[in-house]
């Protein structure tokens, strides 16, 4: 038994050590399907919403987590980590939610985004914190104030949409 333990051991390592494949990072992982979720949820935004608010930060956010997906990708590659190419299976389910709603579409789409940039700052905070890796602390740590300023807007937008704070409307036809 001792020996399968040591075996199975040995070709973890191996699989670990620079120049084999490539490593799955729980930062990175984390990080890419937060960003596959917001970027694939804002283009739903785009098409659903009535709001021009709220079309305007699904806008906003397209364009950061388009820049944000590149320098992920690029740091990734730099490191030999993967990358996930699809949103958690969590955030497929969220996203089918918000694919399926019509009636308060925007005031789910806010609430969902407000959710995950709370997460994304944790994470992000967590990784700028107490990384180990110089290159993975640096990117969460330059990247902190850009999420601060999403979530900042999206519980400003939150806020706006709840209904005792009288919602949001739309321009008439």
Same mark, same amino acid.
């Given at each position: 038994?001792?020996?399968?333990?040591?075996?199975?051991?040995?070709?973890?390592?191996?699989?670990?050590?620079?120049?084999?494949?490539?490593?799955?990072?729980?930062?990175?992982?984390?990080?890419?399907?937060?960003?596959?979720?917001?970027?694939?949820?804002?283009?739903?935004?785009?098409?659903?919403?009535?709001? =021009?608010?709220?079309?305007? !930060? *699904?806008?906003?956010?397209?364009?950061?987590? %388009?820049?944000?997906? #590149?320098?992920? +990708?690029? /740091?990734?590659?730099?490191?030999?980590?993967?990358?996930?190419?699809?949103?958690?299976?969590?955030?497929?389910?969220?996203?089918?939610?918000?694919?399926?709603?019509?009636?308060?579409?925007?005031?789910?789409?806010?609430?969902?985004?407000?959710?995950?940039?709370?997460?994304?700052?944790?994470?992000?905070?967590?990784?700028?914190?107490?990384?180990?890796? =110089?290159?993975?602390?640096? !990117? *969460?740590?330059?990247?902190?104030?850009?999420? %601060?300023?999403?979530? #900042?807007?999206? +519980?400003? /937008?939150?806020?706006?949409?709840?209904?005792?704070?009288?919602?949001?409307?739309?321009?008439?036809?």
């Amino acid at each position: 038994m001792k020996s399968l333990a040591a075996i199975c051991l040995a070709i973890l390592a191996l699989g670990t050590q620079p120049g084999n494949a490539e490593t799955i990072d729980a930062f990175i992982e984390e990080a890419a399907q937060q960003s596959l979720f917001q970027n694939n949820s804002a283009r739903i935004a785009l098409e659903k919403s009535a709001l =021009p608010e709220v079309r305007d !930060f *699904a806008k906003q956010m397209i364009a950061d987590h %388009e820049r944000f997906d #590149k320098q992920l +990708r690029q /740091l990734a590659q730099s490191q030999r980590m993967a990358v996930p190419g699809e949103p958690s299976t969590a955030s497929k389910a969220r996203q089918l939610r918000l694919e399926s709603r019509d009636e308060s579409f925007d005031r789910i789409y806010i609430d969902s985004q407000a959710e995950t940039l709370e997460q994304r700052l944790m994470l992000f905070k967590k990784e700028a914190m107490s990384s180990q890796n =110089p290159q993975l602390k640096a !990117f *969460a740590q330059s990247d902190l104030p850009g999420i %601060e300023k999403q979530a #900042k807007k999206a +519980r400003d /937008l939150q806020e706006k949409l709840k209904p005792s704070a009288g919602a949001l409307t739309a321009p008439e036809p």
